[in-house]
């Protein structure tokens, strides 16, 4: 992922002619924590937080908790963290974090030390004008409350604004589970407004019904109107028999697994299973990547037949997949704009925390929906001014503005 992050940074930058001091200004890591976190099983475990840049505000980006969480992982996802924030104006900086471990294999009481140890060690470094941590993989907003309690107990701070993604009774937000699925639904939809498209008249097939895949494909149904005909997760795919000559479609309110994406629940006698990856080679008119990194690649690019795919997890498509799919005409809606939700909601969740306000439901989807918007057109105004593709587009705009709060600074 690292590699693929910095050959796209470097081929937007050479579009917009960046001179190689600029691109490596852009790629430049300001600071690295990594520890050891020792726990009282007497288990050690690699952890680390690195701070992108901040030239547009405080580094600001998830922890996850993942036993194949290493440097150069975290260092990629802090420099994509840092494109989205600019990509979609936010007043922020990217950064990352993780340790290595499988929480799985914790006791609560373990959950919780290591998430305050973890805060222990880094609480020099961050802070709620300093750097904002947030949920990533495994990371619920009971291990982010652990954190903002440790984070206050040694700082006195008493904000809340230290972290995002707590619990609603702890200064969390509304609207935070379902941002980046609603974000996700608001750029596709916006983006088929623009190319003069309905979405009640297209098929869609998601793969991955996570949090983030439930949450989109529900909202797609509902408020797109758009007909779900296929959705998979770690085991299979579920698909609508013969979709194309018939009108069913696949409802997510059946599924009661859902935090799991056990798509099991989903059989009747419309559907069939196929193989986990059959998802991307259907002759759907879109497909949403929401599971994980690197699903479409050089071996399997060429047999994806959509021609519209939405990136709602990070970089689901690798830089080979990428120049496959943009040679053949694809259109890629990008992670940085496409899954920037729950980043823009953890802002809003920090805006409140700073103002001692709580906003309703209503009122953080509608400002969400603004930020999403207006991301949206502006890649797409971009792309087609210059004819180049959304990713780079979006790549492009970030980088500008990353430059341009350099030199303001
Ligand atoms: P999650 O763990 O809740 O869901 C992931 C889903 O993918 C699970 O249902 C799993 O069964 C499924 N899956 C795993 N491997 C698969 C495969 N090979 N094929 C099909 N399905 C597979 O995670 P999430 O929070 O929904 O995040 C999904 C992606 O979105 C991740 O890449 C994450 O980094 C990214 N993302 C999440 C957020 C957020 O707010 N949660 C924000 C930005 C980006």
Redesign the pocket.
């Known amino acids: 992922m690292i590699l693929t992050a910095k050959h796209l940074i470097e081929k937007a930058g050479k579009h917009l002619g960046l001179s190689q001091q600029e691109i490596d200004y852009i790629l430049k890591i300001d600071h690295e924590h990594v520890f050891d976190i020792v726990l009282d099983n007497g288990s050690t475990h690699k952890a680390y937080r690195v701070q992108h840049n901040n030239s547009r505000g405080p580094y600001k980006g998830g922890i996850r908790f993942h036993p194949q969480v290493d440097l150069n992982e975290v260092r990629a996802l802090s420099i994509l963290m840092s494109l989205k924030t600019a990509a979609v104006g936010l007043p922020l900086g990217g950064g990352k974090g993780g340790v290595a471990i499988d929480p799985r294999s914790l006791s609560e009481t373990e959950l919780e030390q290591l998430s305050r140890a973890y805060v222990g060690h880094l609480h020099p470094h961050i802070g709620p004008d300093t750097d904002i941590p947030a949920p ?2 495994n990371i619920n907003s009971q291990i982010i409350d652990w954190m903002v309690d440790e984070y206050e107990t040694i700082t006195g701070d008493k904000s809340k604004a230290s972290f995002t993604g707590k619990s609603i009774g702890k200064g969390g937000s509304f609207g935070r589970e379902a ?2 699925g609603r974000g996700g639904m608001i750029a596709i939809g916006e983006y088929l407004k623009l190319a003069g498209k309905n979405p009640s008249e297209m098929t869609f097939a998601i ?7 439930a949450f989109f494909t529900k909202l797609a149904e509902t408020e797109l109107r758009a007909r779900i005909v296929a959705v ?3 085991q299979r795919t579920l698909v609508v028999k013969d979709f194309s000559n018939n009108k069913d479609f696949i409802s997510l309110e059946g599924l009661k697994n859902r935090r799991k ?1 056990l798509i099991d629940d989903l059989a009747n006698s419309h559907v069939e299973f196929l193989d ?1 990856d059959a998802i991307l080679e259907l002759p759907v008119d879109v497909l949403v990547l ?4 690197d ?1 479409v690649v050089k071996g399997n690019a060429n047999m994806v037949k959509a021609p519209i795919i939405l990136e ?3 970089g689901p498509i690798d830089e080979d997949g990428f120049d496959t799919l943009t040679a053949k005409g694809t259109v890629i809606i990008p992670d940085i704009v496409a ?1 920037a939700g ?1 980043v823009i909601v953890s802002h809003l969740e920090w805006l409140q925390n700073k103002a001692g306000e709580s906003w309703s439901e209503e009122q953080v989807n509608e400002k969400l929906a603004e930020y999403m918007v207006a991301a949206t057109r502006e890649i797409y105004e971009y792309g087609k001014e210059h004819n180049i593709p959304l990713k780079q587009a979006a790549l492009a705009l970030a980088m500008k503005r990353l430059l341009e709060s350099k030199k303001a600074k």
């Open positions: 990533d993989v941002a980046t793969q991955g019904v996570g949090n983030v895949g998979s997760d770690s994406g986990r929401a599971a994980l990194g699903t709602l997890a990070n899954n729950g």
